[in-house]
């Protein structure tokens, strides 16, 4: 799709405007700790069908990395 100037005027005029992603969030997303080997993470990417798993660290949760197919 071309953008044209009537995207542009629409994009200026709610420049500060923000969106609720809120509801198309997963609340409990899987993820994995930095502590759990390879094939943990692989078993799980295959059995839930996922593309991409977040890394946490274990003490202060804080993401790490992601590990993609």
Do not use: W
């Amino acid at each position: 799709m071309k953008v044209t100037d009537e995207h542009k005027s629409i994009c200026d005029y709610n420049e500060t405007a923000q969106i609720d992603l809120r509801p198309y969030l997963i609340e409990n997303p899987m993820m994995v700790k930095t502590t759990d080997y390879i094939p943990k993470c692989l078993d799980y990417m295959r059995k839930f069908h996922m593309r991409h798993i977040p890394v946490l660290h274990p003490a202060d949760g804080k993401l790490k990395g992601i590990i993609t197919r």
